[in-house]
């Protein structure tokens, strides 16, 4: 059975973009009489709100998408997820990593050149009695270890198209952070797996996210899912929706009068509301 999701993090007010994604998965799921779900991605404590997650149902349900059964809340996994992270521990998959965002900023500013993988500062350090009495900032999946064990990740797009990921395309990506149980990775592949997700609907932009999250579906034998990557919604002059950038919420629209239903299938169908366009990422 098709199993779509969307998974939107209460941080703010959604926007026409989310309403995008969402009609699109909610669509796939129901033309082929398979399941839509809903998942609140609510592990940055310090930025979700409760009055966010009951803005973000009542927006879907105004754009007339229903979902099944009651929705996955991944701060409620904590257990789960450290379950998953200490296999991958136990596998030699992951290291720790003592670097703070500082270290991490100056490393990738150093006179080599600046990059945005991370330097592999803490890779393979040795496993000192100093190291093993401090705390970790963080967990990093040794990705060179991980495409040895498994190969490189492909995937299938929702159209048929087969991708496949170059090394380039994979950096040592934090897993769990010691004020946070998972990362956004981790816990979307665990999320997807135990809901049953067969389809991942989303925007292009994160198709970069794909890669990383492919090899650890192959990692820890999970199924892979199929791949739906969409245009972003733009404003008509190319500027992107962002909730730090006060894009135009549903809520607004909602309460100008906007009819949430026929704006759902008028999404779906390609048609956008006037001062809005696709754009790929």
Not at 27 to 41: C, K, Q, T, V
Request: proline share 6%; with cysteine; net charge negative.
């Amino acid at each position: 059975m098709l199993t779509s999701r969307f998974a939107p993090s209460p941080t703010g007010q959604l926007h026409l973009g989310h309403a995008y994604s969402a009609a699109l998965a909610h669509d796939a799921a129901r033309s082929a009489g398979g399941r839509f779900l809903l998942r609140i991605e609510d592990l940055d404590q310090t930025r979700s709100r409760r009055e966010f997650v009951s803005g973000i149902e009542e927006d879907l349900r105004w754009l007339g998408l229903d979902w099944d059964g009651e929705p996955l809340v991944q701060s409620r996994r904590s257990a789960i997820y450290q379950q998953v992270l200490e296999s991958l521990q136990r596998e030699g998959l992951v290291y720790p990593c003592f670097c703070t965002r500082s270290d991490i900023a100056a490393a990738l500013n150093a006179p080599h050149g600046p990059t945005a993988r991370y330097p592999g500062t803490c890779r393979g350090l040795a496993d000192d009695p100093e190291r093993r009495a401090a705390a970790p900032h963080s967990w990093r999946l040794d990705a060179a270890k991980a495409v040895a064990r498994v190969g490189l990740p492909t995937w299938t797009e929702f159209d048929g198209e087969r991708f496949a990921a170059s090394s380039d395309d994979i950096d040592d990506e934090i897993l769990a952070r010691k004020d946070a149980p998972a990362s956004y990775h981790l816990a979307c592949v665990v999320d997807d797996a135990d809901s049953g997700a067969t389809l991942v609907v989303r925007a292009a932009d994160l198709r970069s996210s794909t890669s990383v999250q492919r090899l650890l579906q192959m990692l820890l034998g999970l199924p892979e899912p199929v791949y739906l990557h969409h245009p972003l919604v733009v404003h008509e002059d190319g500027r992107r929706l962002a909730k730090r950038d006060k894009a135009p919420t549903l809520a607004a629209m909602r309460e100008s009068g906007v009819d949430g239903r026929e704006l759902s299938h008028s999404l779906v169908t390609g048609r956008l509301p006037a001062g809005f366009r696709l754009a790929e990422a």
